[in-house]
């Protein structure tokens, strides 16, 4: 695999306070990357976008690069705690190349229930 098919994903804690880096490569899934980081990503509907338990902030800057979110998705925001105009569900990212240096924030309500 090349370089170029990397990407680069920094998750950045609630408070601002931790930030990881990694390499993930086109086409992974943000959950699965989040959650093999052991990011606070619960993702209780296993991608099936039943619920927002996997909800990020993305960076303004960073925003654009994302396709649109489906009207499917955007309903899951709406139940989502401290969404944002930059709200995600992780599930619903598949990261493409275009998408490198994509910074994402761990909303400050999340709560992680399968470490417990």
């Given at each position: 695999?090349t370089?170029?098919?990397?990407?680069?994903v920094r998750?950045?804690?609630?408070?601002g306070?931790?930030?990881?880096?990694?390499?993930?490569?086109?086409?992974?899934?943000?959950l699965?990357?989040?959650?093999?980081?052991?990011?606070?990503?619960?993702?209780?509907?296993e991608?099936?976008?039943a619920?927002?338990?996997?909800h990020v902030?993305?960076e303004a800057?960073?925003?654009?690069?994302?396709p649109r979110a489906?009207?499917?998705?955007?309903?899951?925001?709406d139940?989502a705690?401290?969404a944002t105009?930059?709200?995600?569900l992780?599930?619903?990212?598949?990261?493409?190349?275009g998408?490198?240096?994509?910074t994402?924030?761990?909303?400050?309500?999340?709560h992680?229930m399968?470490?417990?």
């Amino acid at each position: 695999m090349t370089e170029a098919s990397l990407i680069l994903v920094r998750f950045v804690s609630a408070d601002g306070e931790n930030v990881q880096e990694v390499q993930a490569h086109d086409g992974d899934n943000l959950l699965d990357v989040g959650q093999a980081l052991g990011q606070p990503l619960e993702g209780t509907c296993e991608g099936q976008m039943a619920c927002s338990t996997c909800h990020v902030i993305v960076e303004a800057e960073d925003f654009a690069k994302l396709p649109r979110a489906s009207e499917a998705e955007e309903d899951m925001l709406d139940l989502a705690a401290a969404a944002t105009r930059t709200s995600r569900l992780s599930c619903q990212i598949t990261l493409k190349a275009g998408m490198d240096s994509l910074t994402v924030r761990i909303p400050s309500d999340s709560h992680n229930m399968q470490g417990i």
